[in-house]
């Protein structure tokens, strides 16, 4: 049965090889904005097709619904197989050559009979490019810089590498004279757990020198566009970057346009003609006169709304909220009173638990469980269960050391094994203060098998959370193939946590399935799986993507008192 990621990609690839074909824009547009939407859908598709309700799905129409039921079925959509007769599928990489749109494609392709991206960049080398209507030796030097500039961009950036690169330059740009403010904006500020490129607002009435600065940043390689109020760089790793420059008197106007997403500034606009007013970049327009914003708050006052958070703004629901008074109290780092999963030198980690234990209180956590790695993770020099012993009468020694200021849990982050059984038996589980259950190995195992071992694991009577239940890392590898569905039906029975890993190249619970969890009623607990005292900064990155999924206070088993927390623990043991 095919996930919503195998169903986003068909409906980008249909979307592209309509766009080669010459298909009408208000087509490719409808399964492109059908893509997203399964990509971001909290649910497997599948649910709502068995349940008779693929039209609830945003943006899925009677077409849309006619090829997923297609693709569920059978597996394959006849409509894709005839259009890969008329367009080769392997056209659909030339789209991400920068410079090179569909209709030059078409030409390249139909004149020179090529469909390889490496074929195309053969034809570029000999110079077979220039001679082709409205082509020149320029266009094929775009293309072949193009094509190099893919190779360098792996695909969109981590929102962990994005953040403090995008901070650097703010910092740099706030130094340059007659800058008022500077802010991130796009994908960035809405803390998507990865960007596509980095945007950036200033305010300054002299856009010049900010521009200046900007292309001069250290490690760019190439300036892409500047212009009077937007420039475009890309860094030697492949990194782009744009900074807008706008008035300071109309910089709320200008940060809540680029900080989108588009779909929530379109829902703003139409509030905005319901009310007379025309919503732009720059400012509102009525029939007598302008409205400029200086700040975010005055803008979305004008529209009768209170303040949305960037990281809700998504268009999933919060303009609704936002009219009706009922937007989230969203959680915040400070709440966070309990690092659940923590890795000290009794496994992997690089800090003793003494050291550990004071870095944690010192960021504010009143509780900090450890939990090194089980046996069969040999890499990570995982404990046997006799080594638990003594790192039990360790942590009651440094517990004396550290008195009040925070308490130490025994914990441990038992491995998940292949064949579904945990690493530790039952009656020693049992002696843990807590239970963090992961996988590591066979993520690849088919999508029966992998649910049914994270469904054990919750159903055993000693686990308290999952940990990065899906075992993604963003950029290296997807997550196992899970029924998620059955995975939150299991938890939300046994009440089981279930993780959002704060490491950036985790994020795992992502921030939909998170916002499914809490639909669910399904207790999530953010941790930072930390190795280093630096690792508990990550706490950040988790919090954004609780955030993101609307997550309150009360979501959170971390945010509790330690006395509710513990006598939470207690119930499960
Ligand atoms: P990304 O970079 O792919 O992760 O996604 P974003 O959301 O950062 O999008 P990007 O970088 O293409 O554009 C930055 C912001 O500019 C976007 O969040 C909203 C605004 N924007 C861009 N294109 C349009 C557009 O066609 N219409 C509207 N209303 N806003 C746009
Ligand atoms: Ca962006
Ligand atoms: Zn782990």
Redesign the pocket.
């Known amino acids: 049965m095919m996930n919503n990621r195998q169903l986003a990609d068909t409906f980008t690839l249909i979307a592209n090889l309509s766009e080669i074909k010459g298909e009408v824009i208000y087509v490719i547009l409808a399964y492109r904005k059908a893509s997203e939407n399964l990509m971001t859908l909290g649910r497997e598709a599948s649910e709502y097709w068995k349940e008779g309700k693929l039209r609830e799905i945003p943006a899925v129409g009677k077409a849309i619904s006619e090829k997923i039921d297609e693709l569920l079925t059978t597996g394959k959509l006849e409509f894709l197989e005839k259009l890969k007769q008329e367009v080769p599928a392997s056209l659909a990489d030339w789209l991400q050559v920068p410079g090179l749109g569909p209709r030059k494609i078409s030409l390249i392709w139909r004149t020179l009979n090529i469909t390889a991206l490496s074929e195309l960049e053969t034809a570029a080398k000999n110079g077979q490019l220039r001679d082709l209507p409205g082509m020149g030796v320029k266009s094929e030097s775009t293309i072949l810089e193009g094509i190099a500039s893919l190779a360098r961009r792996s695909g ?1 950036i981590p929102l962990g590498r994005a953040y403090p690169l995008a901070q650097q330059i703010i910092t740099t740009l706030k130094r340059v004279k007659g800058v008022v403010a500077a802010e991130s ?4 500020r809405r803390m ?1 757990s990865t ?3 980095l ?1 950036i607002l200033v305010a300054s009435k002299d856009s010049a020198a900010v521009m200046e600065a900007f292309i001069n940043l250290p490690g760019v390689s190439r300036v892409l566009g500047k212009g009077e109020t937007k420039s475009s760089i890309e860094f030697t790793d492949g990194v782009r970057a744009q900074v807008w420059v706008h008035a300071p008197e109309k910089f709320g106007t200008a940060l809540q ?6 779909d929530h ?2 829902q703003l606009r139409q509030i905005a003609l319901a009310k007379g007013l025309s919503l732009s970049e720059h400012s509102f327009t009525r029939a007598n006169g302008e409205i400029f914003c200086a700040t975010e708050q005055e803008v979305y006052k004008t529209l009768g709304l209170p303040w949305i958070p960037p990281e809700l703004r998504e268009d999933h629901g919060e303009v609704q909220a936002a009219k009706e008074n009922k937007l989230p109290n969203l959680i915040e780092v400070k709440d966070i009173k309990a690092d659940l999963q923590t890795h000290s030198t009794w496994s992997d980690g690089k800090l003793s638990m003494l050291e550990m234990a004071q870095a944690a209180a010192k960021r504010g956590m009143k509780v900090i469980a450890f939990t090194d790695h089980s046996a069969s993770l040999g890499v990570t020099g995982g404990l046997k269960m006799e080594d638990h012993k003594k790192q039990a009468a360790e942590i009651k020694k440094i517990q004396k050391q550290l008195g009040d200021k925070i308490l130490v849990l025994h914990a441990s982050e038992v491995e998940i094994k292949a064949d579904g059984t945990l690493d530790y038996p039952d009656e020693f589980l049992a002696t843990l203060d807590l239970v963090v259950a992961s996988m590591h190995t066979s993520l690849r195992q088919t999508r029966e098998k992998v649910t049914q071992r994270t469904i054990n694991a919750i159903r055993n009577p000693h686990v308290d959370i999952i940990g990065h239940p899906t075992g993604r890392l963003i950029s290296d590898r997807e997550g196992a193939d899970l029924d998620m569905e059955a995975v939150f039906k299991a938890a939300a029975e046994t009440g089981v946590a279930l993780e959002i890993n704060a490491h950036p190249s985790r994020l795992d619970l992502d921030d939909r399935y998170a916002r499914r969890a809490k639909e669910l009623g399904i207790p999530i607990s953010i941790n930072t799986d930390s190795h280093s005292e630096d690792d508990f900064d990550n706490l950040f990155y988790g919090v954004a993507i609780a955030r993101r999924a609307w997550l309150t206070r009360d979501d959170v088993i971390n945010c509790w008192s330690t006395k509710k927390l513990l006598s939470w623990l207690n119930k499960k043991h």
Request: glycine fraction near 16%; avoid cysteine.
């Open positions: 969109r904006a796009g994908s960035l998507r960007v596509g490129d945007d346009y680029a900080t989108g997403s588009k500034n379109v």
